[in-house]
Every structure is written in structure tokens, then in C-alpha cells.
């Protein structure tokens, strides 16, 4: 059974399209991930979703129930946004009741809800505290909790850890998890973070100016995005980019310059034809060094220039024919600026992108 699915979907703000003629459906207890640079559409379509906005063409729907032009409170959805939007007077328990009591709940059933909710989230010692008294992480987690009590089958995050500091980002993003395993619910959620996307994603749709690039679950994307644009959103540190062209005389090349780079074992997805020009990717962690290459059909040299220090791993940069290229290597392992390295890789873990089009071949 689909719990949303959102059919043929517009908006327009005056002349500006927005959403372009959008198809998605996502599952029953399916955890999607709307990922985009700003201003792509990501939050714009999840606010259709809640039924904020109007839109202009095309229906939702969910669980079956054709939601178009219903009210949020209709629509059987919990929202969490960026900003917490806690009501500053009212305790956690004030907030967390304060839309049940609207409903005109029983106050058994209130009490209830409200301390499944805080036992989820860990928040039951916080319940006589207001808002001033919390801490960013512990505000979120009312916010959460807020939508948590209406006991709905979908929920919608806006950026809901955007405003938190790195650490307490990476502990709710778990908890975030922790609670769609435990309740089984549909959750969409909304970042710009690829991090907070790969983690918690059963599937990610990756958007650009209104339409999904690409839909599918965080490995697929990562090992074989769809165009140049998702191999470049994709990934910290960025992909590596060689511009170059097929070369079909013997066997299938890359060629950049006067250098050929063997391409046996690449998965093309359409016949290529001779002196092509086209991009190839190749992700930083998929390089080899040194000794590591024996076994790797494209090798080549760089000299290191800059070197950052990540603790577990180091990040080199160099350049190759003009490019600018980086590569990872264990952060124990001794390199100097200046030194010439010895590069890999194998076509198994490369990306090849029409150079016009940007389409994955």
C-alpha cells in the first residue's frame, strides 16, 4: 500500500515554475529523503504536502485519500520544521497537550500520548520545564515530540536539525532513525545535508529547479549517480573530474591528452561511439597508492600540493593534466608536499558522463 502518492504536481508562483509536473510515490513505513542545493523545490514540495500551499496543477494523495485540497489538520500528517516553534509560556507537557486539548481529546487520552511520546524521546524528566530552559538538542526533541503525540501515519521533517552544531546534529540524526525503526511510520524529510540524506534514507530523491533527478536508495546513488550534477552533489570529498574522450581504436579508452586510460569492466548504458567527449568520475576514496596499484588497470603519477589531515583518513590534493584532483589515503601514512604518488583505480568504481548532456554512459 502507497502511503503518499503525489501525481502530476505544479506550482507556480506567477510566471516562476517552481514544481514541474512531478510524479512520486512513496511507500508505507518508507523513510524518503528530499535532498537539493537551495531553492531546488525540496521544502516547497513538502509544504504541498502538509498542504501549506495550493498548488497549481496535479493531485496528493494519502493513504489512498485524495488530500488536494483538504486542510493540514485534515490531512492525517505531524510536521516538524527548522525553527523549534515552541510555545515560550507553556511547559514541554503544555506543548506537547496544547494541540490535543484543541482537539478535544479525553484528558486520560492526553496523558496518555503525551508520555508515550516523552518515554520515546527521553524528554519525561523535561516535562515541567519551558522552553528558555532547554538546550537547542533538547527543544528539537519537544518539536518532535509535538508532532509525535497526534499519532499519525506520516510524518514531515523541514531541516528539523539545521540550527543544532555538529554534535547534536549526529545524535538526533540517530535518534531520528532510532524512532522510524521503533514506530514503522512514513517520514519525509527535507535537508540540504548528504550526510543527514545517506544515513537515514531508505530512498533519496534528489531535486534541482523543481523536477527529481533521481530517485533511488543512498548506494545506488552514490555508486551510480544518474548525471554529473548528482556525482558532484554526492560525496565528501566531491568526485573527481577528468575531461577527455572515448577512444574506440583497440580496446575502450579514456583518452585525456596523450594519456589512455583502459575502460574493461565499465558497465556503459548505451553503445559509444569513437572521439566522443565525455567526463570521467572517479570518488577520492576510490583511489589506490602506491604499492596498492599492482592490481588496478589505470595507473598514473601526481605531485602532492596541499594535504589535509582528517584523523582516520588524510585528503590530498594535486592535479592531473590540468585538473584539479584529490584522493584519500590512511591518515597513519606519511606524505610530503612535493612528493610524486603513484595513483590507481579500477573502471569497476568510475563514472563516465556524456560532456554536454552530463547523462551518465
Not at 24 to 44: D, N, Q, R, W
Not at 83 to 90: E, G, I, K, R
Not at 194 to 220: F, H, S
Request: charged share 25%; net charge negative; aromatic share 8%.
Amino acid at each position: 500500500m502507497n502511503s503518499i502518492e503525489i501525481k502530476n504536481l505544479s506550482l507556480n508562483f506567477g510566471d516562476i515554475k517552481v514544481l514541474k509536473d512531478l510524479n512520486l510515490t512513496i511507500e508505507k513505513g518508507e523513510f524518503l529523503v528530499l535532498l537539493g542545493a537551495s531553492g531546488c523545490g525540496k521544502s516547497t514540495l513538502l509544504n504541498c504536502i502538509a498542504g501549506l500551499l495550493d498548488v497549481t496543477d496535479g493531485q496528493i494523495f494519502i493513504n489512498e485519500q485524495n488530500v488536494t485540497w483538504l486542510e493540514p489538520a485534515q490531512r492525517g500528517i505531524g510536521m516538524v520544521f527548522q525553527s523549534y516553534a515552541l510555545y515560550p509560556q507553556m511547559t514541554v507537557e503544555g506543548n506537547l497537550s496544547f494541540s490535543l486539548k484543541n482537539a478535544k481529546l479525553a484528558k486520560d487520552e492526553i496523558n496518555r500520548r503525551v508520555k508515550n511520546a516523552s518515554e520515546i524521546l527521553q524528554i519525561e524528566d523535561l516535562l515541567k520545564r519551558k522552553p528558555a530552559a532547554l538546550s537547542g538538542g533538547q527543544r528539537q526533541r519537544v518539536a518532535i515530540g509535538r508532532a509525535l503525540v497526534r499519532d499519525v501515519d506520516v510524518f514531515l521533517f523541514d531541516e528539523p536539525l539545521s540550527n543544532l552544531d555538529a554534535k547534536l546534529r549526529t545524535e538526533l540524526r540517530v535518534e531520528i532513525k532510532r524512532l522510524h525503526q521503533k514506530l514503522n511510520n512514513t517520514m519525509i524529510y527535507v535537508t540540504h545535508d548528504q550526510i543527514e540524506a545517506m544515513t537515514l534514507a531508505n530512498r533519496i530523491a534528489i531535486m534541482r529547479d523543481g523536477l527529481v533527478l533521481q530517485l533511488d536508495d543512498p548506494k545506488n546513488i552514490y555508486n551510480f549517480p544518474i548525471n554529473k550534477y548528482v556525482a558532484e552533489f554526492i560525496g565528501s570529498p566531491g568526485m573527481n573530474f577528468l575531461q577527455g574522450k572515448i577512444n574506440n581504436k583497440d580496446n575502450v579508452s579514456f583518452q585525456i591528452d596523450d594519456t589512455l586510460f583502459e575502460l574493461d569492466g565499465y558497465n556503459f548504458q548505451t553503445i559509444v561511439e569513437d572521439k566522443r567527449p565525455v567526463w570521467l568520475g572517479v570518488r577520492p576514496e576510490n583511489i589506490v597508492v602506491n604499492d596498492g596499484i599492482k592490481s588496478m588497470p589505470v595507473n598514473f603519477d601526481v605531485v602532492v600540493e596541499v594535504i589535509e589531515p582528517m584523523g582516520a583518513d588524510t585528503l590530498v590534493w594535486s592535479h592531473f593534466n590540468g585538473h584539479e584532483f584529490r584522493f584519500t589515503v590512511d591518515g597513519n601514512k606519511v606524505i610530503n608536499i612535493g612528493e610524486k604518488i603513484n595513483l590507481g583505480f579500477d573502471p569497476l568504481h568510475i563514472s563516465i558522463f556524456d560532456f554536454e548532456s552530463e547523462d551518465r554512459l
